[in-house]
């Protein structure tokens, strides 16, 4: 449905975006994941009409969409501080693209009314605004987007001005309207867990470039580089330090990977300390108490640490355990 292709983005003499390609599929959520100043929110706002591109192409169905003007692109837009109008209730903010449409009033209302009832917001139409809680007037600026019945709905970090619990909830509720609609959307956020649990598939953005795109269980499983394992938590990075008859050397052992990578990762999926004794000699470090686990850091004679998972009784700081590594779960990573 949605192409780009070769985008490039200059500010001044900083590179924004650096030929960014990807695609978006009819009817899935693709999250554009990264840290703040990768380009993701450029990017949108380009595909938006909102800024301009130096070179590249963005197609919607097969046409350019980049000369037309933003509000003829049929998009809905949702932001992270709402931009709701505070002088307009709830209908009436619902109301506003509608409006811009020319619906007949009755139409409007009717309208109104269904999509306010697919936020959980019924009953709320004549509230003010500013009444509402930060919960509500974003399920407000959802339900704003979603009149107009957009071909694309686009959404700006959308749950990142909210608390914790909040935010948990929000997220399993937007995936849900969004699915059932079955819309497309472009989903912006720098939350792993957010982009996790909320997408079909994720783009990692790093340094305004596209470092690897994939549905968000085999992201987490295999991700493709270290930028990408480190900024989804996960740190048990180990660099190659030489090739010795197919095996990957490195600080903790050898490993027997695909390829020629230049670092390999410990998934924490994998680690485990040995029932029987047998395994790399590690010591523990710390524990640290999260609920139902402990997260455990260990450290190997050569100084690296590695991290992951414990449940059960845990080891003492400063104790010797045997750490055990299921081979599959050594995933190797690109520069």
């Not at 130096?54 to 097969?62: E, I, N, S």
């Not at 957009?150 to 990142?160: K, V």
Request: charged share 20%; with cysteine.
């Amino acid at each position: 449905m949605l192409i780009i292709r070769d985008l490039t983005r200059t500010l001044g003499e900083r590179p924004v975006l650096r030929g960014v390609d990807v695609e978006g599929v009819r009817g899935e959520i693709l999250c554009l994941l990264g840290p703040s100043g990768c380009g993701k929110t450029t990017l949108l706002r380009i595909i938006a009409g909102l800024e301009q591109a130096d070179t590249g192409t963005v197609t919607l169905d097969g046409a350019s969409i980049l000369a037309i003007p933003v509000h003829q692109r049929g998009f809905g837009l949702m932001f992270q501080d709402f931009a709701l109008f505070p002088h307009l209730t709830v209908a009436d903010n619902v109301a506003f693209g509608l409006r811009m449409q020319r619906m007949a009033a009755a139409l409007q209302r009717q309208r109104v009314m269904d999509v306010l009832a697919l936020v959980n917001l019924t009953g709320f139409e004549g509230r003010d605004v500013a009444s509402l809680s930060g919960g509500e007037r974003q399920r407000v600026a959802l339900a704003r987007s979603l009149a107009p019945n957009p071909r694309l709905l686009m959404l700006d970090e959308p749950l990142s001005s909210l608390d914790a619990a909040l935010r948990e909830e929000l997220m399993v509720e937007l995936r849900r309207i969004i699915k059932q609609l079955g819309l497309t959307a472009i989903y912006v956020t720098h939350d792993q867990h957010e982009a996790l649990a909320t997408a079909d598939r994720i783009a990692v953005m790093n340094q305004g470039r596209i470092e690897q795109v994939a549905a968000p269980s085999d992201l987490y499983r295999r991700p493709a580089t270290a930028f990408v394992a480190r900024f989804l938590g996960l740190e048990n990075v180990l660099p190659v330090l030489r090739w010795d008859g197919g095996l990957a050397q490195t600080a903790m052992g050898a490993f027997t990977v695909t390829g020629q990578p230049e670092a390999v990762l410990l998934h924490p999926a994998g680690l485990s300390l040995s029932a029987d004794g047998a395994g790399i000699p590690m010591q523990v470090v710390e524990h640290i108490y999260q609920g139902d686990h402990y997260r455990l850091r260990v450290r190997h004679v050569s100084g690296q640490e590695v991290t992951f998972k414990h449940y059960g009784a845990v080891p003492s700081a400063g104790d010797t355990i045997a750490l055990r590594i299921a081979p599959e779960w050594v995933v190797p990573l690109g520069s």
